[in-house]
């Protein structure tokens, strides 16, 4: 029988990616204002459009990294599927803290709104590291000809994620907003750092 | 012409698998609190949790099964495409049953939300079932490198789905709770349990 | 430059026709009875399961047949590409008016909702015969290995196509019930009948 | 370690305008008229109808150019995927102004929602030509054995994009209406026009 290849992980990864970040947009909407009040309206929701770009470019930095450690994996089994799946479940999830940050960031109900937000991207990125950790432990699933060294320049992109989304959480107790910027420029940025550490 | 090859029946399926389960978010909503009550209105809307990741773990534990037996299928015919649409128009109808548990399983109505959702799982198995016995009564659609020992650990992985979910069934009328939680526990470890019985 | 192939059609076919059947499910809704109804409400509106399971197998038997005949299709050119577009644009519409069927099949309006819903169906009969002779006239984009024997089956397959989603549609105007079922039976059966005539 | 190919960037892309192309039937909606005045509000929200068309063609066009372009491109970057993301991400946001369009066409508030569109559509031609331009210089990401004449063709295609989105921004300040039939019309003539100009 076939081995389990690394293919068809990566069209059911891309198609929850995918899917996740395009359904971020049924998010966004204005409750039915008068014509006249329209402008105002699409102007009183920029929250709405900060956490569409936010959550968008995370899920979009997510799916680029997933691609491009899956080039150093092999093959899989099924505790590597599982751990994927989990960590889809999450990516999954996202557009309802967005919904939560678009609708409360304003008001009464921010710190709640965000710290849910940030909760979970943390647990996306711990369950991220996890899924990296089990796949390099002894070299479980590489591919054999991926080299020490580039297996190393991937950890160096792991290492700061989880502090990173650590920080945005409890950031999220102190300034709400704060957090959510800092969530879109870790996303903003991550891309050239990346290539700064992790690229051979 | 080309014979009719499996790889875009496992594309359908997955973007089918991948969709309905990312869909599932869609049915978390919280009922526009203000935004001081945002934070008890999250603790008190945990079913609508619940019954997302029971479904999201339920349809990648399906896809992940489905990958695993395509594997051992080497041809399809319109019969088994037609089989595996029914499959797939039950695994896509999973939102529906989903937001019903999340809407009712903590009031009156929760037998009747509980029962509609195992029913849809049943039927599930049961189409699955179907679907393997087409292809491998007679070896119909199995590719002739497949072994009969790698054909029986397949069967033996099929063999407790039915029975399995009629039990959720039968919970379903005398506790919903109960039977939620065991569908839950299904997913989260039927992919152990398949990897000791079902692997090679 | 490479030539357009037909693999990256497929795949966004694949996409936008598992995306359509997927969206259907949206259109189930109870309108949050209370617990004590909620059985009888999962009656009544039965309409909506009917017109899901419509939809669903009508949508997955175009996709059986899309993937069927591109096997025939050996290179793409973008009028094709165009036309396919078109019959896209009109798969992907099939979820409104299911809706408008599932909300008002019991009651006044059931005849405007099903016209509705087979005007959509006749449109997509007729776009995808243009999809087909178009590629097939003067063999534009056959594959140069296909037989003419083959085509032939084919267009038999085709012929039936749009009388039968015309007949629907005259349907619709007297007994709007009898229409959908129709389509329903059509769809379940085109699949045997498309075996017994298209096949080589 | 494989380098980064351009097959995963063509899925991801192609399920985010699949998805996006799909989840605009969403839009429309009729507000629960009685069955009697079903056919009367069928008519009344023509707007929707132009808006979905307008938006599906437009994105479907965006796809076949992308899909076209691809070809030319033989490997990728890391800043070439975030700029495909800004692309996407932008691709994904239109479901929400094509929402604004369809419900604010026919009367006050036309403006804004068109020019909303407009804005849109225009940040999309910009990035997709960004996208090109970042490709093209220097040959960067172009295939080797891709000739210069065919990436003059190419820049022959990009080079009416922005302009012509420009004008449909200016002619929604003037007419709303004109500017969504211009948009569309753009949709509908730039594939034969492609075709003409940017074909070898």
New interface residues.
Partial sequence: ??E?GTA?I???S?????????????E?G?H????????RE?LRIWPSYLA??TS??TI??I??NH??NM??IGHAD??F??IN?LL??DV?????PTK?VA??LK????K??VI?YAATLLVMAALYTIWWRYARTGRRLI?P???EA?LRAIDRGFAPGVPLYLVVFVLAFVSPLAAVILTLLLAAFY??S??LFA??
Avoid: C, Q
């Fill in positions: 029988m076939k389990i068809r990566e069209a059911f891309d198609g929850v990616f995918a899917i996740a970040a395009t359904l971020l947009v049924l966004i204005v039915s204002p008068t014509g006249a009040r329209l402008g699409l569409y770009v968008f470019l979009g930095i799916w680029i691609h491009h080039r150093a099924r505790t599927m599982f799946l889809l479940l999954a999830f996202i557009p309802f939560l609708d409360y008001g009464p109900g921010n709640t709104a849910a591919d000809d991926v080299k580039e891309l050239p990346a290539t690229e051979r």
